[in-house]
């Protein structure tokens, strides 16, 4: 290829973010110059990128926040059709591209069509004396701070978000369960809070499923026309919406919609504490027009000639690009920020985007992202529900609460930032916000750590240290190797290594690292994590799962107390008391993990420089067949459990010392004349007996919730479009509730004793399934009266049944 650089003029963004106060002179339109390097592909001559502080920065002028929004939306556009270009030309081979049919070679102006992209538990009880101790509430990470999940329960009732509906169930005694009332959630509820007589339910809403006449759809849906002729395309600036409804139950038989919100983007996580709930979620806007792709007209796949090849693409470049400054030109605040709505009885309101100054914005200095997660702060407590709403320009972030701070991990860049950069290692900003006071959310400080960070569960706040666990180098990028074998001349990669970052406030504005130990289980990453006081605990996995025990009782030197190497990962860890650790995982042996298998392990930590494994029991399979050899001899699937990846499903009862978890399967079975079959399902409840002084574990028993999802023949001939698995439990004094999507079901714990069980709304077989069982069963009717040769056939009455003559 020959060797020549074609300069093309474009939008000159500032080379910093961030840009903190006012910025005189802003304009609208740059100079910038970015060159067309011809090496081994048409190469965009990108800008440089580099970190500078985490710090968070707010804003005190609007001007200022846009102008970094379209820089950053600017860079992620060149990086984006860099990558475009790489790909047509290197990482597929010529020919691949975007094609517009009939559009001249030459032509200027003409484009594609854009791409469519997109607890505490209730403290007021309408009867009777708090049960607060008697029953058990949901997993929760931290005392004091509940997370919110789509079951609840204040002792004298259950809440449940089941399909589109709010499920109210009474429990007078213990032992005993009834349906109060059901309500018709809009979108599709996911998680609660519930504080007193209000609860606060998150639901998404998306905006290709809104109906015609709903008036959010002329906020976020157009008709775009496009070309010379009569195609329109449909564009979703927001795809989705999150919506917050809050219902007033303080009559629960009668629950009442308070207050209906929506803001734009994707609900990730809630907490409530002292009856704030603090709701956080992540929007990623759409620009009607912004190209990623490079538009190539028919001709272009004709053409034989390599360089004529080449200056058609490069043409072709450099009017997508000039395309898109024309868009970002014209972008306003009001194309980024995430909008809020609010219906009332008396329409759609749109509530305001940001204040004058926009100072409830906030970026760090050098990781502006088109994205923002927000932060909507609802106080419950009062006569109104209050809001406040705060915006940070940044990528998807892991949320972790204590009952005094909120932290934010996001990673320090987006995914877009390291392409043809990937000299950086991946690092982490942790964001720190003060939610001490209940009325509002205050940010405090910000600090980076090495690597990345697994879940919620990797962080933690303990008598004023952030404690952070984190994988170096996840991705594992061998292409960084610089070491080479001394005998085989072959490079040499360590992967990812692990370790713990210990992280304290200056008073100002920044976290300080002040202590660290890192290079722990190098080629492994972390699969699981739990601080508990001051130890932490890590388990990391390649083909061995380690168990690490790490002191962090002097925040300023954490040591590694010990290590524990065996078969399998356990995927959630849970504190039974200061000595013993209970998990759930995934069994296997010294070579590789068993994915059929669901194990639950408990683990000695008394001494911690001599970490033991006590018990482990595997729960798997679900199945109950005798003559199955395996799991696949019958047809089984493998067996899973929703508490391996979602600890809210794992229920550990200290009273009682039980644990209760989820365990699934099902198998498609042929009928005896091997024409067609149906779906058999299993759905269980295992309670395991955990004895933390004799440190053992022993089976306790089954809840079984088959009957609800098999017919009488132990099968149902149509897949469910939803889950069959008992989902969650809860123990009321000497019962355990087990709850899926068809039904509830009460049993005495001692010996399992079934006591109630309970049909609920929200996920009724469809219409269909019960109108395909009437035609069989009129088929059947039908097939034994048909009447013989001689006889009357039937005739249609004037109201459409059939009438069938007969002979006397």
Not at 458 to 472: F, N
Not at 719 to 747: E, K
Request: glycine share 8%.
């Amino acid at each position: 290829m020959p060797n020549r650089r074609t300069a093309l003029l474009v939008l000159a963004m500032m080379l910093t973010s961030g840009c903190l106060g006012a910025i005189d002179d802003i304009e609208d339109e740059f100079d910038r110059t970015i060159d067309i390097l011809s090496e081994d592909y048409p190469k965009l001559d990108l800008p440089e990128r580099t970190r500078t502080q985490p710090t968070l920065q707010s804003y005190d002028e609007c001007d200022a926040l846009l102008f970094d929004l379209k820089n950053a939306l600017y860079d992620e556009m060149l990086v984006r059709l860099d990558q475009e270009s790489y790909y047509h030309w290197v990482g597929w081979g010529w020919g691949w591209g975007w094609m517009e049919d009939g559009v001249e070679f030459a032509a200027d102006g003409d484009t594609a069509a854009p791409s469519q992209q997109g607890q505490g538990q209730g403290q007021g009880q309408a009867q009777g004396e708090s049960r607060e101790g008697e029953y058990s509430g949901t997993n929760n990470q931290e005392s004091g701070v509940d997370e919110a999940d789509f079951l609840k329960t204040d002792g004298y009732h259950i809440y449940m978000l089941n399909g589109q509906s709010l499920v109210i169930m009474d429990v007078p005694e213990f032992g005993e369960v009834g349906l109060a009332a059901e309500m018709e959630i809009e979108g599709s509820p996911l998680q609660m809070m519930i504080d007193g007589d209000r609860i606060v339910i998150a639901s998404m809403i998306y905006a290709w499923n809104l109906p015609e006449d709903h008036p959010l759809r002329e906020l976020l849906v157009e008709e775009v026309q496009w070309g010379s002729g009569d195609d329109v395309y449909t564009y979703y600036r927001y795809s989705n919406l999150v919506k917050y409804t809050v219902v007033d139950i303080s009559d629960r038989a009668a629950p009442e919609v308070e207050r209906e919100l929506f803001i734009e983007g994707n609900y990730h996580t809630a907490r409530l504490v002292d009856g704030t709930v603090r709701s956080v979620t992540h929007s990623y806007a759409n620009f009607d027009g912004l190209r990623y792709w490079v538009s190539l007209p028919s001709e272009y796949w004709q053409l034989e000639d390599e360089e004529d090849r080449e200056r058609a693409w490069e043409f072709h470049l450099r009017e997508t690009i000039e395309n898109n400054e024309d868009v970002i030109n014209g972008l306003t605040l009001d194309d980024f920020i995430p909008h809020m709505y609010e219906m009332t009885d008396s329409g759609l309101y749109s509530l305001p985007t940001t204040s004058e100054d926009c100072g409830e914005v906030a970026a760090s200095t050098d990781s502006v992202s088109r994205g923002f997660t927000s932060i909507m702060t609802l106080q419950l407590l009062g006569d109104d529900v209050e809001i406040e709403v705060d915006h940070i320009a940044s990528t998807w972030a892991h949320v972790y609460a204590s009952q005094d701070v909120l932290v934010l991990a996001e990673p320090a860049n987006d995914w877009w930032w390291f392409w043809r950069n990937s000299g950086w290692d991946d690092a982490t900003n942790i964001h720190a916000f003060d939610i001490s006071d209940t009325t509002s959310t205050t940010y405090l400080g910000s600090g980076r750590v090495d690597g990345t960070v697994q879940d919620q569960f990797s962080m933690s706040e303990y008598e004023g240290s952030i404690r952070v666990a984190t994988t170096s180098d996840m991705w594992g990028r061998w292409w960084l190797a610089d070491e080479t074998d001394p005998e085989t001349g072959e490079p040499v990669f360590t992967g990812p290594t692990n370790g713990v970052t210990v992280l304290q406030y200056d008073g100002v504005d920044t976290l300080e690292e002040v202590g660290k130990v890192d290079g722990l289980a190098p080629g492994e990453r972390i699969w699981s994590a739990r601080f508990v006081g001051e130890r932490g605990y890590l388990v990391t996995f390649r083909n061995i799962d380690p168990l690490w025990v790490i002191d962090l009782s002097d925040p300023t030197d954490p040591v590694v107390l010990g290590e524990l190497e065996i078969p399998g990962v356990s995927t959630y860890i849970h504190p039974v008391n200061e000595d013993t650790l209970l998990t759930i995982g995934i069994g296997g042996d010294m070579e590789r993990l068993d994915w059929s298998v669901t194990q639950i392990s408990l683990f000695d930590v008394s001494d911690p420089t001599n970490p033991t494994l006590a018990a482990a029991m595997p729960l798997s399979p679900a199945y109950t067949d005798e003559n199955c050899e395996d799991v696949r001899s019958c047809g089984w699937s493998w067996s899973w459990s929703e508490a391996t990846y979602e600890h809210k499903a794992f229920t550990y009862w200290a009273p009682e010392n039980l644990l209760a978890v989820p365990l699934s399967t099902y198998r498609y079975v042929y009928h005896e004349d091997g024409r067609y079959g149906g779906y058999e399902y299993v759905s269980m409840l295992k309670l395991i007996d955990v004895d933390a002084e004799n440190l053992t574990l022993s089976e306790h028993g089954d809840v079984d919730h088959s009957p609800f999802y098999n017919n009488e023949d132990g099968e149902t001939n149509w897949w469910f479009s939803y889950s069959t698995n008992i989902r969650r439990s809860i123990f009321m004094g000497d019962y355990v509730y087990a709850f899926s999507a068809l039904g509830v079901t009460v049993h005495r714990t001692a010996d399992l004793a079934p006591i109630e069980e309970l049909d609920i709304p929200g996920h009724e077989l469809p219409s269909w399934y019960y109108d395909e069982e009437m035609i069989d069963d009129e088929e059947d009717a039908n097939e034994e009266d048909d009447p013989v040769d001689g006889e009357e056939g039937s005739e249609e009455s004037s109201d459409g049944s059939a009438e069938t003559g007969s002979e006397s």
